[in-house]
C-alpha cells in the first residue's frame, strides 16, 4: 500500500539534546512538508521541498532543519535552538501538477522535552 | 503573507444540531481552499473548492467558497458524536516558490454531546 510513515509515533526528549524525525512516502510524490501543531490548534510550516536536493523555509523553520537527499525521505532535525519544542509534527507530500486531494498526510510524531 | 481565519474556535453541539463553520481568507495568489478533518493523528481530507458558489456535499457535509468576499463555510446538518472533532481550513497558494503550499488556519474544535 502506498503512503507516508513517520517514525517515531512518540519521542522524549532531555533539553538541549538534538531529535530527527523520519518521514518516508512510496507515492512518487515531488512535494514534501513539515507542519507543527500545538495542542487545539491549526498547523505551522516549518519546512517544505518541492524537488530532491533543494527546500525552502516555512513559517516557523527557526530551530529545525531538514535535507531533501532521496525523493522519498524528507527528515526533520529538531535542534537545541528550538526553545519549545513539544507539539505533534505531522509530515505531507502532494504529488506533481493538480491534486484534488491537497496533501496528503502521514500519522505524526508527538515529540515531549522532559 | 498569507493568511486564514477560522470562526469560531470552538463550538460544543447536541446531536441533531446543524452547525456552520467559517473561514476567512487573504492570500496573494489562490489556487484552491481546502477542508479537513481531524480526529487525533493525520488530518483527512473532506472538500477541495476553487469555484465561487458551487457547493461540494458529501452526506451530511457541504461546503461553498465566495471568491469574491474571500471565505468559505462549512455545514454539517443532523450532527453526530462522530463528527466531534478538529476541523481545519487550509488555502493552497498557486504562485512562484510557493506553489502548492497551504496556509492552515487555527482550526475549529467542534463537540457533539450525545
Known amino acids: 500500500d502506498g503512503g507516508i510513515t513517520q517514525s517515531p509515533k512518540y519521542l522524549f526528549r532531555k533539553e538541549g539534546q538534538n531529535v530527527t524525525l523520519s518521514c518516508e512516502q512510496n507515492?512518487?510524490?515531488?512535494?514534501m512538508y513539515w507542519y507543527r501543531q500545538d495542542p487545539g490548534q491549526g498547523l505551522r510550516l516549518i519546512y517544505y521541498s518541492q524537488i530532491v536536493n533543494d527546500f525552502q523555509k516555512g513559517d516557523i523553520a527557526e530551530g529545525y532543519s531538514v535535507s531533501r537527499e532521496k525523493k522519498e525521505s524528507f527528515p526533520l532535525t529538531v535542534t537545541s535552538a528550538q526553545k519549545n519544542p513539544t507539539a505533534f509534527y505531522l509530515c505531507?507530500?502532494?504529488?506533481?501538477?493538480?491534486?484534488?486531494?491537497?496533501?496528503?498526510f502521514g500519522p505524526g510524531t508527538r515529540l515531549t522535552v522532559l | 503573507e498569507d493568511k486564514v481565519v477560522q470562526s469560531p474556535l470552538s463550538l460544543v453541539v447536541h446531536e441533531g444540531d446543524t452547525v456552520t463553520l467559517n473561514c476567512s481568507y487573504e492570500?496573494?495568489?489562490?489556487?484552491?481552499l481546502l477542508w479537513y478533518k481531524q480526529e487525533k493523528k493525520a488530518p483527512t481530507f473532506l472538500f477541495m473548492l476553487?469555484?465561487?458558489?458551487i457547493e461540494k456535499k458529501s452526506g451530511r457535509l457541504s461546503s461553498i467558497l465566495d471568491k469574491k468576499e474571500l471565505f468559505s463555510i462549512l455545514n454539517i446538518t443532523a450532527t453526530q458524536t462522530g463528527d466531534s472533532a478538529i476541523y481545519l481550513c487550509?488555502?493552497?497558494?498557486?504562485?512562484?516558490?510557493?506553489?502548492?503550499?497551504?496556509?492552515f488556519g487555527q482550526g475549529t474544535i467542534l463537540t457533539v454531546h450525545p
Open positions: 487550509a488555502v493552497r497558494n498557486a504562485g512562484g516558490t510557493s506553489y502548492g503550499k497551504l496556509t
Open positions: 476553487t469555484s465561487s458558489g
Open positions: 492570500v496573494t495568489n489562490f489556487r484552491s
Open positions: 505531507a507530500s502532494t504529488p506533481p501538477g493538480t491534486s484534488g486531494r491537497g496533501q496528503f
Open positions: 507515492l512518487n510524490h515531488d512535494a
